[in-house]
C-alpha cells in the first residue's frame, strides 16, 4: 500500500531565511515522488519530482528536494524564503512498479512572514 | 496551449439540485481524476478513469456520477444525494505511467445555496 505523511499542517518561516517542508512516504516499489503547490482558489502546480538519478532535485521558483531512501523521505527545501512562497504544498508519490494513481499527502501551510 | 479546462470556475445551486461540472484536456491523457477540497484538508479522490469508457470510484463516490465517453472529458454530476456538496473540486489528468504526474485544473469551487 502505498501513502504519504506530511507531519506539519503549518510551517511559519521569516522572509528570507531557508524554509523546509517535510514529507515521508511508504510504498512498496521504487517510489516516484512529487511536489505541488496550490495557490488560494487555484487548482495544483507542479514544482518538482524525483524518478531517479541525483538524490536532489531541482525545481520551479528555487525549490529544491532531497530524497533520502533510508528515511524514506522528501523534503522540499529552499535556501531563502519569499513572501510569495506563502501557498499550500502538496507532497505525493506513485508507486513504480505499475502504472496507479498517485497519493497525496494532507498539504503543509507555509507562511513566510515579511 | 496545452492544457486542462474546468468551468465554471464558481456554481451556485439551490439545495437538491443535480449540477454537473466540466472539465476537458487536450494533453491526450489517457486518465483523468476527480478530488474533492474542504477548507484547510486535504484532496479527496472522487472517481478516475483510466481510459474511456471506464471509470473508478474513489474514496467518497456517494453522491457522485461522471461519464467518460471521450478521451477529452470527464464531467462530474453532482447529485440530491450528496449530503454536504459546497466545495472546491478539481479535476486533473495524467498518462498511467508511474513517471507522470498529475496536471490539474484550476477547479470549480461549488456553493450549494
Known amino acids: 500500500a502505498q501513502s504519504v505523511a506530511q507531519p506539519e499542517d503549518q510551517v511559519n518561516v521569516a522572509e528570507g531565511n531557508p524554509l523546509t517542508v517535510k514529507c515521508t512516504y511508504s510504498v512498496s516499489g521504487n517510489p516516484y515522488l512529487f511536489w505541488y503547490v496550490q495557490y488560494p482558489n487555484r487548482g495544483l502546480q507542479f514544482l518538482l519530482k524525483y524518478i531517479t538519478g541525483d538524490n536532489l532535485v531541482k525545481g520551479s521558483y528555487g525549490f529544491e528536494a532531497e530524497f533520502n531512501k533510508s528515511q524514506t523521505s522528501f523534503h522540499l527545501k529552499k535556501p531563502s524564503a519569499l513572501v510569495s512562497d506563502s501557498a499550500l504544498y502538496f507532497c505525493?508519490?506513485?508507486?513504480?512498479?505499475?502504472?496507479?494513481?498517485?497519493?497525496f499527502g494532507t498539504g503543509t501551510r507555509l507562511t513566510v512572514i515579511p | 496551449d496545452g492544457g486542462i479546462t474546468q468551468s465554471p470556475k464558481y456554481l451556485f445551486r439551490k439545495e437538491g439540485q443535480n449540477v454537473t461540472l466540466s472539465c476537458e484536456q487536450n494533453l491526450n491523457h489517457d486518465a483523468m481524476y476527480w478530488y474533492r477540497q474542504d477548507p484547510g484538508q486535504g484532496l479527496r479522490l472522487i472517481y478516475y478513469?483510466?481510459?474511456?469508457?471506464?471509470?473508478q470510484k474513489g474514496d467518497i463516490a456517494e453522491g457522485y456520477s461522471v461519464s467518460r465517453e471521450k478521451k477529452e472529458s470527464f464531467p462530474l454530476t453532482v447529485t440530491s444525494a450528496q449530503k454536504n456538496p459546497t466545495a472546491f473540486y478539481l479535476c486533473?489528468?495524467?498518462?498511467?505511467?508511474?513517471?507522470?504526474?498529475?496536471?490539474f485544473g484550476s477547479g470549480t469551487r461549488l456553493t450549494i445555496v
Open positions: 505525493a508519490v506513485r508507486d513504480g512498479a505499475g502504472a496507479n494513481n498517485l497519493f
Open positions: 478513469s483510466q481510459i474511456v469508457n471506464d471509470f
Open positions: 486533473a489528468s495524467s498518462m498511467p505511467l508511474s513517471g507522470y504526474g498529475y496536471t
